[in-house]
């Protein structure tokens, strides 16, 4: 009963900015606008290699910025309170920590999958329509590898969220957790090769690297099994957001 | 009848103790002025009776139980401790509507807060556009949203204009009125005078007085006279060998204490001395303030 009433109110915290569906309509715009580009070369880099061409990976490839503008998402969910100094007034009105973090964490999942899937399924069917206006071949949804590429890639997008959450929490400021999250979802992939071998195990459950081989409907020799990859860097947000929820327990506001 | 009972209370920040077993009582039905120059610990202190922030020793109760096992906090305690502390881009009204729905609070009383406070007119507004008038009746509706029996306010005239400082002046004294237990903290002694029944002191985190307003006034008005005289110098050097502690008060006039009004109006005539103003003073508040926290800096400077 007293959880529902924390969600509700979240909520109502989350719907009552304008800037939650700005950000929402952002991710759709730009999300969808990097399909229809990235789909624009799609004829020429079909006929360079013809045996590696997957349409669904193609039309889902705008998970790259689209993972940015979800984590900006989750990291507003809690540094907006910060910056404001809300988080005080919802602390004395919530003071049961562990519950108010998990209702941000339950608003922040729900509407992240909502649009993480809503986006990967337009992009998928704008993609494909843009193919065919190109008389390049297409996929089906009912595509052996198609269904599960582009649900994944709705889960891939909100762990993204989920991390971003975690993120903001330990940091507390909105610049401090953007850049951690810019640093792991991009520079890191970046820069693999000046990372240790002992490390290299990582990149397999790596935003953008392992845990992106779920995007594709062409197996990737090096991740044979996509959905072991997207559930280790799920494992990996669970390990961020218990670092949150302990840092948020103990520490004065 | 809910009290605030704070016992032992201790904060470090770092090698720092911010606050230093610090022991009071907020009864209901009275205001009682938390008052301390800035960087007493009043803030921290508040902060932790909220359970914003964790004692390093000592405990905060509210009617008997800490803040963080209240099942409904609003309904018991409100708080305005930073007026700022709201999104600017949320309504006044989504903002209280949060807050209320968190406490399964009907939605009623958010109308009902935001009537008692004056922003019906305002409720539609995003808080970013307010005053910090406006802001702070915004953040004192949030603190009534539960009609609680305690009611907390750091600094809340801060920055208001006369007709803001008056208003909360008379709501706080109202809301004591109610039976409520209402704690406020400032800086100015000034400000306490016309609003707190009962005064804690603090100054470097330490509790310095705990006393009634009008046993303060009494305490420390007892024996002060201010005299004018059209050559100061020499009357004043004459109360002196008297025995007086004479001090120099505004306009060439003096501050004596240790002699009465009459004994000063008796040697004066006895050395043919024309006084133009001979007047017993209540100490200002704000002299007592000065002196107990003078006080406890040299006790602070002799440790």
């Known amino acids: ?253 | 009848m809910t009290t605030i009972e704070v016992r032992g209370l201790t904060k470090k920040y770092g090698p720092e103790t911010v606050v230093d077993d610090l022991s009071f009582t907020v009864e209901p039905g009275q205001v009682t002025g938390f008052l301390g120059p800035n960087g007493a610990g009043k803030s921290t202190t508040m902060r932790m009776i909220m359970g914003l922030a964790t004692p390093a020793r000592g405990s905060v109760t509210i009617g008997g139980r800490r803040y963080a096992d209240l099942p409904a906090p609003l309904t018991e305690v409100g708080a305005l401790l930073d007026a700022g502390a709201v999104h600017g881009a949320r309504r006044a009204y989504d903002h209280l509507l949060a807050l209320a729905v968190s406490n399964g609070l009907p939605r009623r009383r958010v109308g009902e807060v935001l009537a008692r406070t004056g922003l019906e007119g305002v409720a539609g507004r995003r808080a970013g556009g307010f005053s910090l008038g406006m802001r702070q009746r915004l953040g004192i509706a949030a603190a009534l949203l539960g009609d609680p029996r305690v009611l907390i306010f750091d600094e809340p005239v801060n920055g208001l204009d006369p007709e803001g400082i008056r208003w909360i002046r008379d709501f706080m004294r109202a809301l004591a009125r109610e039976g409520r237990a209402v704690l406020v903290s400032s800086h100015l002694m000034s400000e306490m005078a016309q609003t707190a029944d009962h005064l804690v002191v603090v100054g470097r985190g330490r509790l310095i007085a705990d006393t009634g307003m009008s046993e303060l006034m009494r305490a420390n008005g007892a024996g002060t006279v201010l005299v004018r005289t059209s050559d100061p110098g020499s009357l004043a050097r004459r109360l002196t060998a008297a025995g007086a502690t004479v001090r120099d008060g505004l306009e060439n006039s003096l501050v004596v204490s240790g002699m009465t009004g009459e004994e000063i109006g008796k040697l004066a005539a006895y050395h043919g001395v024309a006084l133009s103003e001979l007047t017993p003073q209540l100490a200002s508040l704000e002299d007592a303030f000065m002196e107990l926290t003078k006080d406890s800096v040299e006790y602070q400077g002799a440790a």
């Open chain 1, 1 to 253: 009963m007293s959880f529902a009433r924390t969600l509700h109110a979240e909520w109502i915290k989350f719907r009552s900015l304008r800037s939650s569906w700005y950000t929402l309509a952002t991710l759709l715009v730009v999300g969808l606008g990097i399909t229809a580009l990235s789909m624009g070369a799609a004829g020429a880099d079909r006929a360079e290699s013809p045996q590696d061409w997957d349409p669904t990976g193609r039309s889902l490839t705008t998970y790259i910025v689209a993972q940015l503008i979800i984590g900006v998402l989750g990291i507003l969910v809690v540094t907006s309170e910060y910056a404001t100094g809300l988080m005080a007034t919802t602390l004395s009105a919530t003071p049961r920590r562990h519950r108010l973090l998990a209702a941000k964490v339950v608003v922040a999942t729900a509407v992240a999958l909502v649009a993480g899937q809503v986006l990967m399924f337009a992009s998928f069917f704008l993609g494909q329509a843009v193919l065919i206006t190109q008389e390049v071949p297409n996929a089906q949804l009912g595509d052996p590898g198609v269904l599960s590429a582009v649900t994944g890639g709705g889960i891939y997008l909100s762990a993204i969220a989920l991390l971003a959450v975690g993120l903001g929490t330990i940091m507390r400021a909105t610049a401090g957790a953007l850049a951690t999250l810019v640093g792991i979802i991009f520079l890191v992939p970046a820069l693999q090769g000046l990372f240790p071998s002992w490390m290299q195990g990582l990149f397999a459950i790596w935003p953008t690297k392992g845990a992106a081989a779920i995007f594709a409907t062409v197996p990737d020799p090096a991740y044979p099994e996509p959905w072991l990859n997207l559930g280790g860097m799920c494992l990996g947000v669970a390990v961020v957001l218990a670092a949150a929820f302990a840092v948020f327990l103990r520490r004065d506001v």
